[in-house]
């Protein structure tokens, strides 16, 4: 007897992921890929054929969905947070000493080792075992909601084998394998493209696709760390998670390692650290968690992370190759800097052809010659950078290339500030500023434009089009000519002018830091926002205003003074609100019970967390700061306290208890 469509299809649905699970997750595969796309293309007809049989959990999701105009934000239910970093095998013993002194135990510590991923973070969010949403880190608090985009990956169960009841996060990290990078920049290079730089960048830039079609042709991995809201039923460990992970139909890698004390620690990182170039996947380390959920509880947090778990940092990946020469860079503040052209070398997970020499004084003290053979270091997200000459391989002749006297991009006088050692072009109108202030302003931790990229950017600064930030803006008056200009179409138009018109209520912080005041990072420009609140009010603080925000200093609030006093800057932000710009300003406190006092948390806390405590206070318009300054009111130290206690003595900065918090400014 023949099976009804609705039969057919549901049998492939479950033939389908059941080889998907024997694939992704066990590797086990027992059908050829040939058969599985004969299934899968059957799946197609039918659901094409009977649209009502089509579920959610389809495989036939995977191929990708219809373009979306911009991502929806997604406020993850719990942080995605940050790790601190460990450097060699004493900083590696050092965390395992911290760790037994917090817990008063001598005996050993049961770890679970994992490997660091050099991709992305996503977390996914199932109801009732069915996938509903998928996202990026983002700032940790909110991400970018890419469920289309994480469906086209295959090692994505979209329904857990075992439904979890409820809501829980999923957490992990999408990579691309190195066989995969090399042959998607074989395909791109051959297109007349940019190859991309890195498997990381390319899995990233992969995952914040618009078209999740172009995700899908991407043929991202993905793999599971753990979880984030919520819990597996059962579980009483780490170790525990990830088994349970993987018989929910999750991919776990097999170098995973649970490790019994210090010894067994450093013997296993050791061992992954010389697996590291036969894995198939980029890493950059391993990340170390105290394995028991009741150890970790007590451990809990710092103001950075937790305190049961450190990310170890492999050593730098070094490599030689020629130099063939030194340029000379203008960055966004005018900064001239040399950079060295490299005959292009792999490095770091990367293919390297630039390299920074940092100034002309580290140029001549590493005495680096172009002809030079030069030793080239690459880590993490740095940026690559050339430590030193080769020197028994220097070509005769050899010599350190001249300090440049005029910019090399506009021909205007270069000068050094008193005390500073970088070289600046004081040409406000000097291209390459222009061009670096866009780059910056459009930039992902910005505000974060999405399709204008270093290469468009360039275009439409040549074409006239760009001509500084306000005129990003106006490319919405602009479309025909756009659209005329080569490979850049009437829907490529249209989604850049979108994802510029999305940018206009991006947050006020993101804001701040987009315009690019000197020595104004991502945290001073969350700390700018949640003091001023508005951008009418930071724009017309002066320097005691900006000094009392803790952990903002006189030098930093000079700049950010000199900034705003400018009249072309005042012009400039007049000009983006005029053209609509509307940043979203932090919500108020709920009452103003603690404005004014700035609190200090340090030593374990028994009632909240560090970040519940410090958002508590924030809450009630006090401000908390991550160290000790002559700006700080109150120190709250449990035990074990540190450095900031001392620190806080010495200032005659009030000490008191949690106990004493509570009592003092605690209202339920």
């Not at 100034?359 to 740095?382: F, M, S, W």
């Not at 291209?431 to 204008?452: T, V, Y």
Request: glycine residues 8%.
């Amino acid at each position: 007897m023949n099976a009804s469509p609705a039969e057919r299809a549901a049998w492939l649905r479950a033939e389908l992921e059941r080889h998907n699970h024997l694939y992704y997750v066990l590797n086990a595969p027992e059908i050829s890929d040939t058969e599985w796309d004969a299934m899968f293309r059957e799946l197609v007809e039918i659901e094409a054929n009977h649209p009502e049989l089509a579920t959610p959990d389809s495989p036939t999701r995977r191929v990708g969905a219809p373009p979306v105009s911009e991502f929806p934000k997604h406020r993850h239910l719990v942080p995605m947070l940050s790790l601190d970093n460990a450097f060699g095998e004493e900083e590696l013993r050092a965390f395992d000493e911290r760790v037994r002194r917090f817990l008063e135990s001598d005996d050993p510590i049961e770890y679970m080792v994992e490997l660091k991923f050099d991709g992305a973070s996503i977390s996914l969010t199932y109801q009732d075992g069915l996938l509903i949403s998928g996202a990026t880190r983002g700032d940790g608090e909110t991400g970018e909601q890419v469920t289309d985009n994480v469906r086209t990956l295959r090692g994505v169960p979209l329904r857990m084998r075992e439904p979890i009841p409820g809501t829980v996060e999923v957490r992990g990290e999408v990579v691309m394998f190195k066989d995969v990078f090399a042959r998607l920049n074989e395909m791109r290079s051959a297109r007349g493209e940019q190859p991309f730089v890195n498997p990381r960048n390319a899995a990233a830039g992969g995952l914040r696709q618009l078209d999740s079609r172009l995700t899908a042709e991407r043929r991202l991995s993905f793999f599971t760390y753990g979880m984030g809201y919520g819990s597996v039923p059962g579980a009483a460990s780490q170790s525990d998670t990830l088994a349970r992970l993987r018989e929910l139909g999750f991919p776990v890698r097999p170098e995973v390692r649970v490790c019994l004390g210090i010894e067994a620690l450093v013997a296993h990182v050791e061992h992954v650290q010389a697996l590291r170039p036969s894995l198939p996947f980029a890493i950059d380390g391993v990340v170390v968690k105290v394995n028991a959920f009741d150890l970790q509880r007590q451990l809990g947090f710092t103001a950075r992370g937790p305190r049961w778990a450190v990310a170890f940092k492999f050593p730098a990946e070094q490599a030689m190759t020629r130099l063939n020469g030194v340029l000379w860079q203008v960055g966004r503040t005018g900064v001239v800097t040399p950079v060295a052209d490299l005959e292009p070398v792999f490095v770091g997970g990367a293919m390297v052809s630039r390299a920074t020499l940092h100034n002309h004084q580290e140029l001549v003290r590493k005495d680096v010659r172009p002809g030079d053979t030069v030793i080239v270091q690459r880590a993490g997200d740095v940026i690559p950078e050339v430590i030193g000459p080769v020197l028994d391989k220097r070509p005769e002749g050899a010599e350190t290339p001249p300090e440049p006297t005029e910019c090399p991009e506009c021909g205007g006088p270069l000068s050094r500030k008193e005390g500073e050692v970088a070289l600046r072009c004081g040409n406000k109108a000097c291209p390459a500023q222009i061009s670096a202030k866009i780059r910056h302003f459009a930039s992902r931790n910005a505000m974060d434009i999405e399709g204008l990229g270093e290469k468009l950017i360039e275009r439409l600064l040549e074409v006239g089009l760009l001509t500084d930030l306000p005129s990003v803006f106006r490319l919405a008056t602009h479309k025909d000519e756009l659209v005329s200009l080569d490979r850049i179409g009437e829907t490529s138009a249209s989604n850049l002018l979108a994802a510029i018109e999305a940018t206009k209520t991006r947050s006020l912080d993101r804001l701040i830091f987009g315009l690019g005041i000197r020595m104004v990072g991502e945290r001073t420009a969350q700390d700018l926002a949640n003091a001023f609140r508005s951008l009418d009010a930071l724009r017309h603080a002066h320097l005691e205003d900006l000094t009392k925000v803790p952990e903002i200093g006189p030098k930093v609030a000079s700049e950010i003074e000199l900034f705003f006093e400018q009249p072309e800057n005042q012009a400039l932000l007049d000009e983006l609100l005029a053209l609509g710009v509307a940043p979203v300003e932090p919500e108020g406190p709920s009452s103003a019970r603690l404005e004014g006092l700035t609190f200090v948390f340090t030593g374990k806390l028994e009632r909240m967390s560090r970040e519940e405590a410090e958002a508590y206070v924030r809450s009630h318009g006090g401000s908390a700061a991550g160290s000790v300054s002559k700006n700080t009111s109150i120190l709250v130290a449990g035990p074990a306290a540190g450095s900031k206690l001392e620190k806080a003595q010495k200032l005659a900065v009030e000490v008191i208890s949690e106990a004493d918090f509570f009592e003092r400014y605690f209202v339920e």
